[in-house]
């Protein structure tokens, strides 16, 4: 069966410093991976997906993220993090058309 | 372009009480796809609708059923509620046979608060 386990429930960091979330997952097959954005009182908005090519894939508001097959990794980054990155995020993969979530990080920024 | 749009956005409702939710999916989506997301938890898979046919369902009790409509819009009906049905339930759409390479587009949620 298809999962992803999201490592730290809670990341805080200052603003302008690295965004690092971390996403693993575990898959018989070739997996399709995305990372949610969700702000509070809101629905999941994507920020970026990996389907198949290039393992580094570049999402909106700055984010990105890298396949690794060989760490069964899709971590979240972003270089410099600003106040409005302040969410919940969750990693995901595809399964027969739906889509099993992680349990989600939130992120805290710091002034 | 409207997006997926969810009703209503708050709910309350008592234990042993009936609610059913609505959700119109994003134009041009035939597929809609419900979630539960607990408090503090990931959103998880109810069942999806194709055709106006249940498509596939995760692991939810028969107190959670759904209708969908010739235009494609859907319900989540539950019944005899329980507070463990205290959630934020979302709809996502998308269109069949795309699999994982179109993403689901998400509403917004409806807020079901069981007293």
């Known amino acids: 069966a298809q999962s992803v386990t999201q490592l730290g429930s809670h990341v805080s960091v200052s603003e302008g410093a690295l965004v690092l979330l971390r996403c693993n997952y575990s898959?018989?097959?070739?997996?399709?991976l995305f990372w949610y954005v969700q702000y509070p009182n809101q629905g999941l908005q994507l920020l970026l997906k990996?389907?198949?090519?290039?393992?580094l894939v570049k999402g909106i508001n700055g984010f990105e993220a890298e396949f690794k097959k060989s760490e069964t990794s899709f971590h979240l980054t972003k270089p410099s993090a600003h106040m409005s990155d302040a969410a919940e995020y969750f990693c995901?993969?595809?399964?027969?058309?739906?889509?099993?979530f992680g349990t989600g990080t939130r992120l805290q920024v710091f002034p | 372009d409207a997006g997926v749009t969810q009703s209503p956005t708050h709910l309350i409702k008592t234990r042993g009480q009936q609610v059913t939710l609505r959700c119109s999916p994003k134009?041009?989506?035939?597929?809609v796809s419900w979630y539960q997301q607990a408090l503090g938890q990931g959103p998880q898979f109810i069942f999806q609708y194709y055709e106006e046919e249940e498509r596939q369902r995760g692991n939810f009790p028969d107190r959670f059923s759904g209708h969908q409509f010739p235009n494609y819009s859907s319900e989540l009906n539950v019944n005899a509620l329980l507070l463990g049905d205290s959630a934020l339930y979302l709809c996502a759409s998308s269109l069949v046979g795309q699999g994982g390479n179109q993403p689901q587009h998400f509403g917004d949620g409806t807020r079901l608060s069981i007293l």
């Open positions: 134009s041009g989506h035939d597929t």
């Open positions: 995901a993969v595809h399964n027969t058309d739906k889509l099993i």
């Open positions: 898959s018989s097959v070739p997996p399709y």
């Open positions: 990996y389907t198949t090519g290039a393992t």
